[in-house]
């Protein structure tokens, strides 16, 4: 299986990475010896086996739901690259 | 005196407990050499003027009950400290101030540790030379060119040239192991659930784990006992009796079995790796262990499923950094378009390679195919090691299948890049606890590693075998200082 500049551009779009055509192509090649070394798995059956989903063998632990931190709203907005008093800024999604 | 920066930690405790050195004078003299390191470029964030200034107020008022009385030390940029500026080696969290602490690094800071800096890294975590980050390569302190590993590069480089005294790195597919191996110095990734991910930037996270790297063996003792600890804002911390490493540390391991799988003579490994892991077991031996030939049959899956496995959790981690609430931002059109080129622009070539294979895994589809399989794999993976410790305590073998090589060697095909993991990635699949010590020199006189695997939360058998492997193998680094002027 070849994964073509046509998928490569539809996985940029899902992954909100914009892509130059030059940079896609070089990807593409990439991805493909990538998968050539990852098809390797196919020579295993795995029908019956389940899959391990997670190492740690808890079930998730449920918490209060109770605020346990301070007030850091400033130190939160202070990193943000745009923001209007309290709000965090991003550009018009109405028309 | 000797230079206190090439004491080890132990021996930097007990100086400053015996009122030798003050944290001050220890803090002085590592911030001295590191300022004379500039050209190793091992750190991103420097915290010297700060870590003066709480070395003298625990002079001030020195607590010597604590396991890291007023010692500085340099962590890697991956764990969110609070208010010091914490990048994950990316220019998208380039400026990027963290309002919490990592529970880890809280741990060292709660027993008397104070942050000297953070220190470079493979972007995210995602490289094996540390050729990835924002902020450049890192020189290995053993040879000019010569790449430190990855991806805690910085750590590694910064342990190894007596910048810090021990470092912390994280671990997902090898990132602990392989930069101490290729540095001549000890990494320890612990059972994943031991020590909390709170606070580490997140790559890929059935698999990240903290660990310690230091000097010698006795010393990442000293580091996992403080870092190690249940913690409830860790969904998969896992709440089991923790051991007192250090003082539980014992080079007898009479009787104890040692496993040598099979599978690991991979095809084109050199003869130096295989006389080295021959040597290893002669070691062992040595020390009173007996080697027992064991069998882990899909070992030559394990690089495949971690790079479903990771990329596929990666894909999912990234899809945070979008510029709205902090990090890098880009100008775009529209909200769709300001997403778009701020990812672009904010992630390096490796990142955005990883995340693409991530999204098409796990795209509709091809998930069944790709992930789905991937996490079967896994579980073979796993069975093998239930099955090998069923008849043995432990595992040796090479930590990499080569010694460090120079940078730009491999910068350009990823799939010899993914390689150098081989032996590490498995550990990790299984979530175990998995150690390298130097144990020789190339050709090059570059160091070479060992590797010893323990069974889940077993690290004391692991930390116990590598410190009576340690007193045999008595390597010590030959650092010439080349880099100053």
Known sequence: MTIDLKTVKHISKLARISLEEKKAEKLADDMNSIFEFIEKLNELKTENVEPLTSIAETTLRLREDKITSDNIREKILKNSPEKNDDFFVVPKVVE | ?485
């Open chain 2, 1 to 485: 005196m000797t230079d206190i920066t090439s004491l080890s930690l132990f021996e930097l405790i007990k100086n400053i407990k015996e009122k030798k050195i003050s944290s001050n004078e220890a803090s002085k003299s590592f911030i001295d050499r590191s300022q004379k390191s500039k050209k190793l470029n091992a750190y991103v964030t420097e915290n010297f003027e700060n870590c003066l200034k709480l070395s003298k107020e625990f002079d001030n008022k020195p607590n010597y009950d604590l396991k890291l009385p007023g010692i500085p030390i340099a962590v890697k940029d991956l764990f969110c400290t609070n208010e010091v500026r914490t990048t994950a080696g990316s220019n998208i969290l380039n400026n990027f101030f963290p309002s919490y602490e990592s529970t880890v690094t809280q741990n060292i800071w709660n027993e008397g540790g104070i942050l000297l800096g953070k220190l470079n890294c493979d972007e995210f975590a995602m490289g094996s030379s540390n050729e990835t980050s924002f902020f450049g390569n890192v020189q290995n302190p053993i040879a000019k060119d010569l790449v430190p590993g990855g991806s805690s590069g910085g750590s590694s480089s910064a342990l190894a040239a007596n910048l810090t005294p021990v470092t912390i790195g994280t671990d997902t597919g090898g990132s602990i192991r392989q930069p101490a191996s290729f540095t001549g110095t000890v990494g320890l990734k612990p059972t994943y659930g031991s020590c909390s991910r709170y606070g580490i930037v997140a790559f890929a996270s059935s698999l990240d784990q903290a660990g310690p790297m230091s000097k010698d063996v006795k010393d990442s003792s000293i580091l996992l006992e403080v870092i190690s600890s249940f913690d409830k804002k860790d969904s998969t911390s896992i709440d089991f009796k923790r051991n007192n490493y250090s003082s539980e540390l014992t080079r007898n391991i009479k009787g104890i079995k040692i496993g040598i799988p099979n599978e690991y003579r991979v095809e084109g490994m050199p003869d130096e790796i295989e006389n080295l892991w021959k040597k290893g077991i002669e070691y062992a031996k040595d020390c009173g262990a007996e080697i027992i030939d064991i069998s882990l049959p899909h070992t030559s899956y394990a690089l495949p499923t971690y790079y479903i496995v990771a990329p596929a959790e990666a894909s999912s981690n990234l899809a945070r950094y979008d510029g709205v609430k902090y990090g890098l931002r880009s100008s775009g059109e529209s909200l769709i378009d300001m997403y778009e080129k701020t990812r672009s622009e904010g992630f390096g070539e490796e990142v955005k390679r990883r995340i693409m294979i991530g999204t098409y895994v796990l795209s509709s589809g091809y998930y069944d195919a790709y992930y789905l399989k991937a996490q079967k794999v896994r579980q073979l993976i796993k069975k093998d090691f239930d099955e090998a410790y069923n008849k043995v305590d432990a595992i040796l073998t090479p930590s990499t299948p080569s010694s460090a090589f120079k940078i730009g060697e491999k910068s350009n095909d990823p799939v010899s890049m993914y390689l150098n993991d081989i032996f590490t990635v498995p550990v990790n699949l299984a979530g175990l606890p998995g150690i390298s010590i130097p144990a020789g020199r190339d050709k090059n006189n570059y160091p070479l590693g060992l590797q010893i695997i323990g069974k889940p939360f077993d690290e004391q058998t692991v930390l116990n075998i590598a410190y009576s492997m340690e007193e045999k193998i008595n390597y010590k680094n030959n650092i010439t200082d080349w880099w100053m002027e």
